[in-house]
Structures are given as C-alpha cells and as structure tokens.
C-alpha cells in the first residue's frame, strides 16, 4: 500500500514528484523518496517517516531534472527505515525502482541474484527488482530487460523505473495494484490513482494487469509482456482539484463528513424516475435477473459494514435473501456459489486485495458480479459485469465516511431497482420509497447541524478507556461501525452490540465510567431500545442517544440526546452514522490523535 508519482517533461521533476507525493501520502507514510535523472546520473533522495522529513532534507539539495519518480511508503517487507525507503537502485546505481505491491518469489530471487554477485542492501522485496533488471539488461535493451524481470515476478506490482543511460525515458507496469498515466503536452505522468496529478491533467490512461508503459516526453506506448503494442482508451477526468483540497477544514476526514449531503445527492443523481430506479452500468439484462435466487455480498471493514445493512435492503425490497461475508474470510470458506447467484462486492477503492480475490472467487464459480465502487478504473470496477458508482469524490481520510453513506445510499438504490424487476415491489410502493431517498440531502444537512452539541459533550468522555455501542436491526452494522470509527481514530478500545446481547455478556462491563452509545431511532424495536437504555441507567452507565426529537423519555433518561430527523428505517442508517463519525472525530481531535492518517492504517489495503 504504496503511493507512487512519475514525472517526464520540461518542468523540474523534483517540485512536481514531492506535490504528487503531498497527495498520495494517505496510501502510506512511514518513509518517501524520490528518484530523478541528473545530467546522466540517478540522484536519489529518502527519509524515514512523514514526508516533511524528506521535504526537509530537499530543502538543503540541489536536485534538478526533468525526469524523476517518487514513492511514499508503507511498510509490507522490511521495517521502515532509510535503507527500506524507496527508490531502490541496482549495484552500478543506473536502474532504479519505485514500487507498490508484494513480490512474493523474492527471496528465491534474492538467493539467485547473490549468488550472482548482487550486492543487496534492503530487507525490501522491491530492491531485488531493480537488480534482476540490471541482470537482463547485461544482454538486452531496456525495455526488454524490463519485461523480461516482470515475468519473473510472482506477486503483485505497480512500478516507475529509470535508466540513467536512458534519460528519455519511465517505464510503468502493473500486476494487481494500480497505476494510470497522466497525459500532458510533451510532459506525461505516472501515479497510483488521480488526485495526485489532477493539477495537471485531466487525461489518463488505466494501465491493465500485465501491461507496461515506455513513457516518454512526446510519446507514450503501452505493450504487453511480449512487446505487443496495447492500444488503450483515454478517460477525461471531471474530478475538481479544490475536491482533493482540505476546503478550510482542519482535517481531511471533517470535511469528508460535511461533504455527506452533496456526495449522497451525486450518486442519486440522474437514476431516480418518480416511480423506479435507472441503473444503466450495472449491465442486467432481464434473463439475468429473472435467473437470479440468492444475492451474496462481499466486502472489509467499513464497506462490510455496508453490506449487512444492505441485506436489510434487499430481503426487505427485493424479497432474494441474502448472504453477507468479509473478504479475508470468503476466500477461505466453500459457499455455494453457482449462475444463480448475483454477488456484490462493495469497496471504496475498488483496490482491496481481499474483496478482489472474492470476486475472481465468485465469477469463477459463474456469479453474475456487480460491484458498488468510488473509483472510476479501479481492478474491482473493470473485473465486475457491472457497476454502480457512489460519487462521493476523492475519500483522503483514511477513516471511511462518506462512501460509506453513499454506499448505502447506492444499496438501496439497487433494491428498489432488483425489487421492481422481480415485480416483488409495486410503483406505489417504490414511488414512495424514492420519495423518501429525495428527502434524505436535506435530512443529512439537519443531522450535520449538531456537530458543536456534539464536539461540546466530547469533552466529557475523550479521556475514557472504552465504550461500547448499541443498535438493533438495520442499525446494528450501524452500531458496528460507530465502534469502528472511534477505535481507528482514537485509539479508544470500543466494541459495537446488537442492543438485545447486552444482557447476554457486556452488561457486565457497564459502570460509572462507561459510555453507552444507543441508536434508539423510531423503527420495529423501537421499545426494546427503550428498555436496553434502562438497564444501562440503573447501572450508572453513561447513556449517549441517537433518537427522533419527539421521545420525552429518552430526553429525560440519557445524558445526551442528538436530535435526528425521521426518515423511513431503512435509510435510518444513513442519518444514525453521521453523529457517530462526528463523535470519533471530536474525540480523536481533542486526544491530539493524526485523524486523517491513523497509526498502523492506511486508506487502500492491497495485500492480503
Ligand atoms: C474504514 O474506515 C477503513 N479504514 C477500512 O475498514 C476500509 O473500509 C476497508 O479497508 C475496505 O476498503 P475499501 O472500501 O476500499 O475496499
């Protein structure tokens, strides 16, 4: 989980590589480098930790050219070190390497390269790429020295290589991990996805898995392993830069909360008639549909959370039941996966490592495969069938809050689509149900309204130990996913319940010092709710409540009520997270904690 930037033109690549990098440090940030072609020599530059380490020593540089890539790392072989940092460089210092991904025959390779007299100086698996280059090249050109290496590899890469003999050119190439290609006049660009060259280009190419790039200032070719020369599409990206900028916020991850409303109405927009749901991309044709018995939905994280409130969604409007898995975890098992199965993976960066391998599982197996995705060109939208894109813009925060939300959002689009097609949904009913999702930017802004109430009280509790939170139903995921937020933000132990277990185990742990997050919106088990809040009370445990304005017993009993407006319950979910990513984020601010890039975390998990 890699950032990587490349830079071929007349501007000074050292200034374009550290801002590409600026936007790309949320892939990983525990060391960066860059890499440029001086006067006919690799200079490289890197640092342990945080880029401004490396921004500071360039401060103190004179490194020049025109050509130059850069990477931002974290950390899968070899801990984080100046040595492990990328660019790695062969023995002569001619070749060097930016990479992303894991070589998994790397120590089979490594023994070989030393017995040939390689002298290897990193823990890294990616330094040994740039000497097996330099074994290839002993007897081949460049590019065919590349190639070569490559189908040697066993693994997943995407990589940025130069030559000092070859200051004209980068070469790019991908397996498993991504990379695009900016398109400038007479100056081109690589990175591991958009908002690190949208300042300079709008035009990109999409490398596919096993396709390399000979980049040059005018020129750019794109071949397969064997030479074959590729010819690929350019995507003219709308994304605007201020999009991927931090808008005045303190972090990335408080904007990306306020940005809620606008993100829910892009992915709604353009799909909604008064009394049906328009989803063109995901490709279904009506034999398809009418084959389909099960729907089976694969995800990690944030976006697994997703998932299970989309079973709601669909066993409720669609009538197909529902299975709900984790990626790490599908893989491993033996469900029953045949032509009759339609399978959703759901991911934000349409990168993750897990949910990929469920869904080369699923279609190998002969699922129709639909995807729900934030990234136009990412391995999970252009390996699915079909798609439904959220639009919630570039995510840079590492905690997920707006896909989220629009995940959400884009499943229950999907389930009045699937319940119309299986006639399981009247036009009435589903008129009424959009009705209901036309409301839900407003409702969202409403619910945004409380964020000082809510920044007040976390005074109270940012030094707690541990809270635990509670949901039923639809927002039990809900609950899960509040306790998630908090935990990666903050540090803070937090674990998230059904309401109805709690007397099966965790009431136990509630005493005075224990805050008790309760999701006690209207809906089926609404009274039960009321009854967990209780049994919190008479322990003296600290009652946070998320409820509709008008229930005085749950003004008189919590110690803090956020108001949410009434919505239908099956988008409740949508409004309940909203107070409780506001809620980690206040106390993970007031703890001093680096919101947006938490330790240990990094925003697209692209190893197993
Ligand atoms: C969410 O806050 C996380 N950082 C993480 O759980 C994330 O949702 C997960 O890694 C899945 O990512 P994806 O949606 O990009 O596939």
């Known amino acids: 989980m890699c950032g990587i930037i490349g830079y071929i033109g007349k501007e000074k690549a050292g200034d374009i590589l550290i801002e590409g990098l600026r936007r790309l440090e949320y892939r990983g940030y525990d060391s960066a480098g860059i890499a440029t072609i001086d006067n006919g020599q690799i200079k490289i530059i890197k640092s342990v930790g945080k880029l ?101 590899l066993k693994g997943a890469y995407a990589l940025g290589i130069l030559h000092s003999q070859h200051p004209d050119t980068i070469i790019a190439a991908r397996l498993g991990s991504p990379l695009i290609i900016g398109l400038g006049e007479n100056e081109h660009f690589i990175a591991s996805d958009i908002p690190a060259i949208l300042s300079h280009t709008r035009q990109i190419i999409f490398l596919d898995e096993e396709e390399m790039a000979i980049i040059k200032a005018d020129e750019v070719k794109v071949t397969d392993l064997n030479g074959c020369i590729k010819s690929k599409t350019f995507h003219q990206i709308t994304w605007d830069p201020i999009m991927a900028e931090k808008d005045g916020y303190k972090h990335f991850m408080l904007k990306e909360i306020h940005e809620q409303p606008r993100a829910i109405e892009d992915t709604m927009r353009g799909n909604l008639k008064e009394d049906d749901i328009f989803l063109d991309e995901v490709k279904l044709s009506s034999e398809d549909i009418d084959k389909i018995k099960k729907v089976f939905i694969v995800a990690c994280g944030t976006s697994y959370h997703a998932a299970l409130v989309g079973k ?50 699923a279609k190998r197996k002969g699922a129709k495969v639909i995807s729900i995705c934030n990234v136009l060109g990412s391995t999970i939208t252009r390996e699915s069938d079909g798609v439904i894109y959220t639009h919630a813009g570039p995510e840079i925060g590492v905690a997920s809050t707006k896909a989220f939300t629009t995940q959400l959002v884009a499943l229950y689009m999907f389930s009045i689509y699937l319940g119309r097609r299986k006639r399981a949904l009247s036009p009435q009913k589903a008129k009424e149900l959009i009705l209901e999702l036309r409301k839900l930017p407003q409702c969202v802004i409403n619910v945004l309204k409380s964020a000082e109430e809510i920044k007040n009280y976390t005074k ?149």
């Open 52 to 152: 401004r380490q490396l921004e500071k020593i360039l401060r103190n540089s004179s490194l020049s050219g025109n050509i130059g890539i850069g990477h931002t790392r974290w950390a899968t072989h070899g801990k984080p070190s100046d040595e492990n940092a990328h660019p790695h460089s062969d023995c002569h210092n001619q070749i060097v390497v930016v990479h992303n991904g894991i070589i998994e025959n790397y120590i089979e390779l490594r023994e070989e390269l030393i017995k040939k007299g390689h002298k290897i100086v990193s823990e890294t698996d990616t330094e040994i790429i740039a000497h097996l280059i330099e074994e290839y090249h002993k007897n081949h050109s460049f590019e065919e020295a590349v190639s070569l290496s490559l189908k040697n």
């Open 312 to 361: 709601f969604m669909l066993e409720e409007l669609s009538l197909i039941p529902t299975e709900v898995d984790i990626g790490s975890e599908f893989r491993y098992r033996q469900p029953l996966i045949d032509d009759k199965v339609l399978f959703i993976t759901i991911s934000q960066s349409g990168e993750t490592a897990d949910s990929i391998a469920a869904l080369r599982e």
């Open 460 to 608: 109270y509790y940012f030094k707690c130990n541990d809270f635990l939170f509670l949901g039923r139903g639809i927002n039990y995921p809900i609950a899960l996913e509040g306790a998630l937020k908090l935990k990666e933000i903050s540090y803070i132990h937090a674990e998230g319940y059904p309401a109805g277990e709690m007397k099966h185990g965790p009431i136990a742990l509630i005493d005075e010092n224990m805050p008790v997050v309760t999701i006690a919106t209207e809906s089926k088990v609404y009274d039960k709710i009321l009854s967990n809040i209780e049994e919190v009370k008479a322990r003296d445990g600290i009652v946070i409540a998320l409820a509709n304005s008008d229930n005085q017993r749950i003004m008189d009993i919590a110690n803090h009520v956020t108001h949410i407006s009434k919505i239908n319950e099956l988008l409740s979910p949508v409004l309940n997270v909203i107070p409780l990513q506001m809620l980690a984020y206040y106390i993970a601010e007031k703890r001093g904690c680096d919101v947006d890039q938490p330790r240990n975390l990094a925003k697209s998990v692209t190893v197993e």
